[in-house]
Nanobody, 128 residues
Framework: QVQLVESGGGLVQAGGSLRLSCAASGRTFSSYAMGWFRQAPGNEREFVAA????????YYADSVKGRFTISRDNAKNTVYLQMNSLRPEDTAVYYC?????????????????????WGQGTQVTVSS
């Protein structure tokens, strides 16, 4: 069992930056692939970014590529999402998720149904 707690959301002006953190409980955090998803009102939950257990490979949605960076610190059981050049369309609730048993098929990282554990979410609001 893994528990995930997100933090770092808030209100920021367009062009600004935020860093989200996701703290995980459990001894096996380092073996999980981790992802960030977001959901705006009336929309489906969508993939934002993912990182494999070692941090050696990262994946991004086209809409955030070049602006967001995912990273992890396995010693601290924490995954981060650095968000720069924020836009009003980035406004959403951001969720951290853990993927148990990831075996290397990167396409699965984009699929929210593959993730086993989810945090409660943190609100990010970008004003224009």
């Amino acid at each position: 069992q893994v528990q995930l707690v997100e933090s770092g959301g808030g209100l920021v002006q367009a062009g600004g930056s935020l860093r989200l953190s996701c703290a995980a409980s459990g001894r096996t955090f380092s073996s999980y692939a981790m992802g960030w998803f977001r959901q705006a009102p009336g929309n489906e939950r969508e993939f934002v970014a993912a990182i494999i257990w070692s941090g050696g490979s990262t994946y991004y949605a086209d809409s955030v590529k070049g602006r967001f960076t995912i990273s992890r610190d396995n010693a601290k059981n924490t995954v981060y999402l650095q968000m720069n050049s924020l836009r009003p369309e980035d406004t959403a609730v951001y969720y951290c998720a853990a993927f148990r048993g990831y075996t290397g098929s990167s396409l699965r990282l984009y699929d929210r149904y593959r993730y086993d554990y989810w945090g409660q979410g943190t609100q990010v609001t970008v004003s224009s």
